[in-house]
């Protein structure tokens, strides 16, 4: 945890509403390696990396493979960051289909194409090549599956990532931030920020990022900006110990996996937590807010 600076600011030149997650603190490296001085990062949570943000419990996946050029050439351009620091393991992931889902065949026969139209190395492979790649799965009861072999996690975690993008941004000079210091207000003037209130002082502005993740709606509403996201509830299970995973050195024993037809995922947690299986998943007819 980074000391705080003796002295509040009175004025900034970019200022980050949540600095202490993966997004406002690659924010605020990319400013720094821009040229961005005068950067201030307001965090709510009292350490940084944030313990209250989703970062702090991400799954870590990196998967390369959508349907837009876009999303595909931001996502290499990630894991070739990961890789160049130090933050990549690249272990494969899967995208099953189970045997009698028609439309989710079509959908990842698509995702495949798009993915080789966009440079990525995906394949389709057969219902055994995916049960010898993840032996945990039921040979009968899929039908084939995508595979990614460029696919894999974010290591340790995503937090230390944040933690090596704000250190470096900071021995840059570019960036302070002040921990349990959250955003309670703007000044706005004329339909445009001017300044940032918190409870140790207002900070002079005149540009303002706000990377809340799910809290984004209620910064934004304070500020008279509809941020349109609505948080959902997203059930996040551990089974284990896995015995594959007892004793291993890697964070991963063995590829990703994705079940998109049933919104779920699973992953061994390898090294880390006992040596898990993680299970998460998403309600997708009907989704329940929180």
Aim: charged share 25%; hydrophobic share 40%.
């Amino acid at each position: 945890m980074t000391m705080q600076p003796s002295k509040f600011p009175t004025d900034a030149e970019v200022i980050i509403v949540g600095v202490g997650g993966i997004v406002g603190s690659m924010l605020a490296y990319w400013l720094t390696e821009l040229g961005q001085k005068n950067i201030v990062g307001l965090e709510k949570s009292t350490v940084i990396p944030s313990d209250i943000a989703s970062t702090a419990h991400a799954s870590d996946f990196v998967y390369n493979t959508t349907h837009d050029k876009l999303s595909n050439w931001t996502t290499a351009f990630s894991r070739n960051f990961y890789e160049d620091n130090g933050f990549f393991l690249k272990k494969g992931g899967l995208e099953i289909c189970r045997k009698d889902d028609d439309e989710r065949w079509e959908e990842i026969k698509r995702k495949v194409a798009s993915g080789k139209a966009f440079g990525t190395n995906v394949r389709l492979i057969s219902a055994s090549e995916a049960k010898e790649k993840f032996p945990l799965l039921e040979e009968e009861s899929i039908r084939g599956a995508m595979w990614d072999p460029d696919a894999g996690l974010v290591v340790p975690r995503s937090q230390d990532v944040v933690s090596f993008a704000v250190e470096s941004a900071k021995e840059k000079g570019a960036l302070t931030t002040y921990a349990d210091t959250p955003a309670v207000g703007f000044e706005i003037e004329n339909g445009r920020v001017t300044g940032v209130k918190t409870d140790k002082g207002t900070i002079k502005t005149n540009k303002v990022v706000i990377a809340s993740g799910i809290w984004g709606p209620l910064i934004g509403e304070m500020a008279g900006v509809p941020v349109p996201l609505s948080p959902v509830e997203h059930p996040l299970l551990f089974f284990g110990p896995l015995p594959q995973a007892q004793g291993v050195e890697d964070f991963l024993v063995y590829p990703l996996l994705r079940d998109q037809g049933n919104s779920a995922y699973v992953r061994d947690t390898g090294r880390l937590h006992g040596g898990m299986l993680e299970w998460g998943y998403y309600e997708d007819k009907e989704p329940r807010l929180v």
